[in-house]
C-alpha cells in the first residue's frame, strides 16, 4: 500500500488519535447492530497492545453541530469495553480542557472515547481550528474509518494537516487493498453486481468498471430504467425517465466493449386489482400494464448464479428487489448465497447487501465485507477519497 500503515509506526507511550466509524444504529440506550465496532477492533487492540494511549473518535447520526443526548456515543462506549474486555470511558465531549486532562491521564495500553464530533458544527465544516484542536490531543493520526473518507472533515482531512503523521488503520488498510484490486488488477472473469433504486446513485461505478469487468448484472428498481431504455414495457414499475438516454449509452458502451451486460429475464411483480394485491412471476415479455416490478424472478436468479459461479472476481452492491420487504427479498439472499458458493474474490459493500450477507449466515465466506456505502462507491467510481489523500505516503 503507498500510504503509512499503523504497522509502520512506533505506538509506545504514544497518544494515538484513532478515526473509527461507529455510526451504528442505537435503540433505547442499547447498541442493536455492532459490525462496524466490531470491524475496527483489529486496530484498536493492536495499537493497546504496543503500548499506545487510545482516543478513539467517531461521528454518530446527524445532531447538526450541536449537542443532543439522542445522538451521545455513550451505549457504543459500553459496547466498545464490552467487545474489547476493558474499560473505555466515554469523555465528556471531543475538544477542550476537561478533554486534554482527560487524555493526559490515559496510561500506556488504554483508551478513551470521546463524544460524538458531530456535536460540534466545525466537524463537518472542515474547520481548521477545530480540527487543529483536535491535533492537539495527539502525538500520532491512524484513520480507520474508510466509511467517511469521502468526506473531508476535520476528523478525516483537516486533522492531518497538524499532526506529524497520518497512518491507515488495519480496515482502512483492507479496504484500499480490496477495493483497490478490483481497480488495478481484478482476475477474470471479474462479474459485477449491481442493484439499488437509482441508475443515477451508479453511472459512475458502471462507467468505470465497464473498462475492467466482463460482465455486469444489473437488479433492482434500477433495472426497470434500463429495460425501459432497451424498448421493454415495464409496466408500473419505477422509472427514471431522465435517465433513459444515459442507460442506452452506458448499454451501447458495454456491447462496444464486449461486456455482457445482463437485466432480470423475469420478475415477481405487484398487481393491484379491486382492492386486492396479489404477487406472480411474470417474463420481461409479458410484463403486465399495471405491475409493480419488486424482485427478480427465479430465472433471472439462476442466470445471475450461474454467472458468479464462474467468476473469479466479483463485486456485489445494491438489492436486487425490495429486500426490506419480504417476500421480496429473496432475490437478494438468493445473490448473497451465490457469492457465498463463489470460488474466486467476492467483494461486497452496501448497507442492505451487506445485510443480506448477514442474514444468509455466509458472511465468513466472503472476502471482503466493505464498511463504506457511499466512500466505497466513489472509491470504485475512480475519486480520489479526502480521508485516503490525507494520509501519509510510506515515500
Not at 509506526?9 to 447492530?33: A, C, Q, S, T, Y
Not at 454518530?60 to 455513550?74: M, T
Not at 406472480?280 to 433471472?300: H, S, Y
Request: hydrophobic residues 45%; glycine residues 8%; aromatic residues 6%.
Amino acid at each position: 500500500m503507498a500510504k503509512l500503515s499503523i504497522r509502520d509506526l512506533e505506538l509506545h507511550g504514544k497518544r494515538v488519535f484513532l478515526r473509527v466509524d461507529f455510526n451504528v444504529p442505537i435503540e433505547k440506550g442499547e447498541v442493536v447492530e455492532a459490525w462496524r465496532i466490531e470491524a475496527a477492533l483489529p486496530t484498536i487492540r493492536y495499537a493497546l497492545e504496543h503500548g499506545a494511549r487510545v482516543i478513539v473518535a467517531s461521528h454518530l447520526g446527524r445532531p447538526k453541530g450541536r449537542r443532543d443526548p439522542k445522538y451521545s456515543l455513550q451505549p457504543v462506549a459500553r459496547k466498545l469495553s464490552e467487545l474489547l474486555g476493558q474499560e473505555v470511558p466515554l469523555a465528556p465531549d471531543c475538544i477542550g480542557a476537561e478533554v486534554v486532562a482527560r487524555v493526559d491521564r490515559l496510561t500506556d495500553g488504554s483508551a478513551l472515547l470521546l463524544e460524538n464530533l458531530r456535536f460540534h458544527p466545525g466537524e463537518e465544516k472542515n474547520d481548521p481550528e477545530f480540527a487543529r484542536q483536535l491535533a492537539l490531543l495527539a502525538d500520532l493520526y491512524v484513520n480507520d474509518a474508510f466509511g467517511a473518507a469521502h468526506r473531508a472533515h476535520a476528523s478525516t482531512e483537516g486533522i492531518t494537516r497538524f499532526v506529524r503523521v497520518a497512518a491507515a488503520g488495519f480496515l482502512m488498510e483492507r479496504e484500499l487493498e480490496y477495493l483497490g484490486r478490483l481497480l488495478a488488477q481484478p482476475e477474470h472473469p471479474f462479474v459485477v453486481v449491481l442493484g439499488g433504486a437509482k441508475v443515477a446513485d451508479k453511472i459512475l461505478v458502471i462507467e468505470n468498471l465497464l473498462t475492467r469487468a466482463d460482465a455486469v448484472l444489473i437488479g433492482g428498481a434500477m433495472a426497470y430504467t434500463f429495460l425501459r431504455a432497451r424498448g421493454e414495457d415495464v409496466g408500473a414499475s419505477r422509472v427514471e425517465s431522465d435517465q433513459l438516454e444515459l442507460a442506452r449509452k452506458l448499454m451501447t458502451e458495454a456491447e462496444a466493449r464486449s461486456v455482457d451486460f445482463l437485466l432480470p429475464v423475469d420478475h415477481v411483480v405487484l398487481e393491484r386489482s379491486e382492492g386486492e394485491t396479489t404477487t406472480r412471476v411474470v417474463r420481461t415479455e409479458e410484463f403486465p400494464d399495471k405491475a409493480i416490478g419488486m424482485d427478480i424472478g427465479p430465472e433471472t436468479m439462476r442466470l445471475f448464479a450461474s454467472w458468479i459461479s464462474r467468476a473469479r472476481t466479483v463485486f456485489w452492491n445494491g438489492p436486487v428487489g425490495v429486500f426490506e420487504q419480504p417476500p421480496f427479498d429473496q432475490g437478494t439472499l438468493a445473490i448473497a448465497q451465490a457469492l457465498a458458493a463463489c470460488p474466486g474474490v467476492t467483494i461486497v459493500g452496501g448497507g442492505d447487501s451487506l445485510a443480506a450477507i448477514r442474514r444468509s449466515g455466509v458472511a465468513e465466506r466472503i472476502t471482503h465485507l466493505s464498511t463504506g456505502g457511499g466512500a466505497t462507491l466513489e472509491f470504485l467510481a475512480g475519486i480520489e477519497l479526502p480521508g485516503v489523500r490525507a494520509l501519509t505516503n510510506k515515500a
